[in-house]
């Protein structure tokens, strides 16, 4: 790092934040945008790669039952390690909001990249029984802990270094990244389906993608140890701003803000694991593809999503958060049943072609949520309030949504239960994003 430049920047941002000015040296501002996209794509690819992998998962890792009992187990592990998301959310937004944001994001990236290394390394239930799925179990509780720090603590990061105007176009590299990880994931295993046998896969080949967490770990871990913290946070600090307990603060002044906020991620949380990580499975499982297709289809409408998010992110700082919230809510409630019945005796370019559009749903939604979130916070709090709400909808009703997919098709026998639940958080945020006020036509508020 530059030294005149770190100092300049000292010198001049106080200042410039009395003025409700963001500016900041565009070199750092790049170097922020990267060290976010690589250290969350890591994380997400991380995180991603169990869920591309559950199949063969419920299979190495549970008793022998019957498919759909082996992938409800497989699934509950996935749901009930998002269980420690909010109190992972209190105590990264703690750090980020009293230690720093760099500080909170370089740990959770090197405590993620371990546990999900550990997986590679874990025994199978053939080998020792029921001890298997618990240290599993143990080590999905670990990553939960670990990812909760990362969405919120990246998106705060960006949008404390974005100019005003540009802050939502900034923040979108957050989902951006998020969706590369998983797109990464998804060709990675679609091409381990394509060249190894079903054996090779149970055997050892679905331990190929967690043992790539080591040395992408330490990439990006090294990227953003190198990088300066917010130039919002050290004039913060500095000025000796900050909350001496965050989640206190928030629980006493700033509840009104917590009830929306939670309310706009439920469907953020619910859409996000529906259509870009149970797709695949529900494809294969319900549609009677071939996991390699479906993959496949997957992968392709992962592509065009990471381009419409960062679309969709320039054009909320244009007409807003509030009205791009609102209008992809409606979009998803009137839309979501009829995608899913198209899905039906389609074929595989009408399949691509309706995960596209679920995609450009999902942009309108996720492009825009991790700005508005940053924005509804003030600086002395931001961590916390976009972790813990954050974490609380992706703890209720994100880790669970796969697990709930399939168990509603399974009482109800209706494959179109996914969609109905969809609605449902559509519905929730809705009427979220009705009672919030617009937050894009101001600067950031640090108190």
Not at 33 to 42: K, R
Not at 66 to 93: E, H, K, M, N, Q
Not at 375 to 382: G, K, M, S
């Amino acid at each position: 790092m530059n030294t005149e430049r770190a100092v300049t920047a000292q010198v001049v941002l106080p200042e410039a934040l009395d003025k409700g000015s963001t500016q900041v040296d565009p070199k750092l501002l790049k170097r922020a945008a990267c060290a976010s996209f690589i250290g969350n794509f890591v994380e997400w690819f991380d995180y991603a790669s169990y869920g591309y992998l559950a199949t063969i998962i419920a299979v190495v890792f549970f008793p022998k039952t019957d498919g759909a009992t082996g992938l409800l187990a497989a699934y509950g592990v996935f749901a009930i390690s998002f269980i420690v998301r909010p109190i992972g959310g209190i105590v990264w937004g703690h750090v980020g909001d009293r230690i720093g944001r760099r500080t909170s994001l370089s740990l959770s990236i090197l405590i993620m990249s371990c546990s999900t290394f550990v997986i590679a390394l874990l025994p199978t239930y053939a080998q020792v029984g029921m001890l298997a799925p618990v240290l599993l179990l143990l080590v999905r509780v670990v990553q939960g802990f670990s990812a909760s720090g990362e969405y919120a603590g990246a998106a705060a990061f960006l949008a404390e270094y974005a100019p005003d105007k540009r802050r939502g176009f900034y923040t979108s590299i957050v989902p951006a990244s998020t969706a590369a990880g998983l797109l990464f994931g998804s060709i990675l295993v679609a091409l381990m389906h394509a060249a190894l046998t079903s054996e090779q896969l149970h055997s050892f080949g679905w331990r190929l993608p967690f043992l790539l967490a080591a040395p992408f770990g330490l990439i990006g871990r090294y990227i953003r140890v190198k990088l300066e913290d917010t130039p919002r946070f050290k004039a913060m600090e500095r000025n000796h701003h900050g909350a001496q307990t965050p989640i206190a603060e928030l629980l006493s002044k700033h509840r009104g803000r917590m009830l929306i906020a939670f309310g706009v991620t439920c469907l953020n949380a619910v859409a996000f694991y529906l259509v870009l990580s149970y797709m695949p499975t529900y494809l294969s499982t319900e549609m009677g593809m071939s996991e390699t297709a479906s993959f496949m289809a997957a992968t392709i409408s992962l592509a065009t999503y990471i381009g419409l998010i960062f679309v969709m992110g320039a054009i909320s700082d244009r007409v807003g958060r509030k009205s791009m919230l609102i209008g992809a809510s409606i979009l998803f409630a009137v839309l979501t049943v009829p995608l899913f019945k198209g899905l039906a005796g389609a074929s595989f370019a009408m399949i691509v072609a309706i995960q596209i559009a679920f995609g450009a749903l999902l942009t309108m939604n996720d492009g825009t949520l991790p700005c508005f979130l940053s924005e509804i916070f003030p600086t002395r709090v931001r961590y916390s309030g976009f972790a813990f709400c954050f974490n609380a909808a992706n703890a209720l009703f994100g880790g669970t949504a796969p697990l709930v997919a399939t168990w509603l098709i399974g009482v109800t026998g209706n494959r179109l239960a996914p969609a109905w639940y969809l609605v449902g958080a559509a519905g929730v945020a809705l009427v979220a994003m009705l009672a919030s006020r617009e937050t894009s036509n101001a600067p950031l508020a640090d108190e």
